[in-house]
């Protein structure tokens, strides 16, 4: 069985272009958000790291911690830096972990059991390592999604994805389709009117089993 929301990450010790650390500690009492590669120097994988290093100030505004993975090692994640630089125009800070090993891959469910790198390998042998994990301060995963090779990430959503999560986990609601920060949101519906009358004020019933309020935050 692979990872699944709210399971606990694994605490495993990777090797990073900033040197070794353990996943657990690394997260520490932030959020984070892990971003995975299938190679090295390939086109899409460069454009969505520069897109990452743009963000670097949304990051911190939310308190998140970012980590590229790849299936190269650290010398290359350190020359691919330049590239990632050149098309991003904003320097990568965050650690990249050097997967050579897959075990990260494989821990977090994105190859299975018996893979392996084979010799001349190209991006393909590895493409279902194109994952984003949003793991919380609680060190679990919050949400998953795993792209093809020929469809670039979109960050906003993840930033969105992100909001939507801090604001739920942190004011007891949750957020409908489409949902942005200072948009309504959904009042559980395990919380009784009365209850939702005292904690929000005032809410909107659209259906017996849809209630809306001002987002709390």
Not at 65 to 72: L, N
Not at 137 to 142: A, G, V
Request: overall charge negative; hydrophobic content about 40%.
């Amino acid at each position: 069985m692979g990872l699944r929301i709210n399971d606990t990450i694994p605490d495993l010790t990777v090797e990073t272009d900033q040197g070794t650390l353990s996943l657990h500690d690394w997260v520490g009492d932030s959020w984070a958000i892990l971003f995975s590669h299938p190679k090295d120097f390939t086109p899409v994988c460069t454009t969505e790291f520069g897109a990452v290093a743009q963000l670097k100030d949304e990051w911190a505004k939310r308190g998140t911690k970012v980590i590229g993975v790849s299936v190269d090692g650290v010398e290359d994640h350190k020359k691919w830096k330049g590239d990632i630089k050149t098309v991003g125009g904003a320097e990568a800070t965050f650690p990249i972990i050097a997967d050579e090993g897959l075990e990260v891959s494989k821990a977090f469910d994105m190859l299975p059991a018996e893979a392996y790198l084979p010799d001349g390998r190209t991006p393909a042998d590895s493409a279902t390592v194109r994952s984003v994990f949003i793991i919380g301060p609680d060190k679990q995963l919050k949400l998953s999604m795993t792209y093809p090779m020929t469809v670039g990430r979109n960050f906003a959503e993840v930033l969105r994805a992100l909001d939507g999560l801090q604001t739920s986990t942190g004011k007891g609601v949750a957020t409908p389709a489409n949902w942005n920060v200072g948009d309504d949101v959904i009042i559980p519906a395990t919380v009784s009117d009365d209850d939702a009358k005292a904690k929000f004020g005032e809410f909107t019933k659209v259906l017996p089993y849809l209630r809306t309020t001002a987002d709390p935050s």
